[in-house]
């Protein structure tokens, strides 16, 4: 069975106070800390990039889950290596033609592999990357349009989530955009058990209690299936 993983999106914090919020989601119970690294192209957004990674790295040891909303994630390989990423996740959409080098670089660079796919992206792309002879750890689901936080959820992404657990029973499998309280019996029901958390967790009076029920949400989910 997969590990239940709550993973705040860094993206609602305080950027200017990266360090302090990073170790303040720790607290609160976070298991990972997603990144959200946008360049602009791929999506309308930009965000940030290694050295930012690399400061943060300074200041704390918990897994770096990296999603790279980028045109060209093999230029990104080496340099959050460096940096110290923990998760290394790349876009399908981006990598029809090079994922296997992309697998193999970011282990190389001692990192564990993911792809993402977009709402309009079918699920069938993703299956040669999984079941590959050096495969993917992670396929993450994009339950909005990647871009920016504070969106609304796509319940209609669920039937990927469902057709990734029936095939794949302890992949992980993450969920990404509009989860919070209100999301979280439709992921977790249909097989997500990396839950990613941005304006929920951060938006929260009570982040640690946001945290502990998205876990006990998946966790439970998982006797179910
Ligand atoms: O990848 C992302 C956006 O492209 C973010 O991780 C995601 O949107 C999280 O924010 P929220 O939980 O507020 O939707
Ligand atoms: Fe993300």
Redesign the pocket.
Known sequence: MATPRIAP?M??SDFANLASEAKRMVRCGADWL?M?IMDGHF?PNLTIGAPVIESLRKHTKAYLDC?L?VTNPLDYVEPLGKAGASGFTFHVEVSKDNWRELVRQIKLKGMRPGVSLKPGTPIEEVFPLVEAEDPVQMVLVMT?E??????KFMPEMMDKVRTLRKKYPSLDIEV????GPSTIDLAASAGANCI?????VFGAPDPAQVISLLRKTVENSQTKY
Request: aromatic residues 4%; negative net charge.
């Open positions: 999106s993206l609602s997603h959200d999506v999603h909303m909005v990647p871009g920016f936080g504070g969106q990404d955009g509009g989860l990613v958390a941005g304006s929920s």
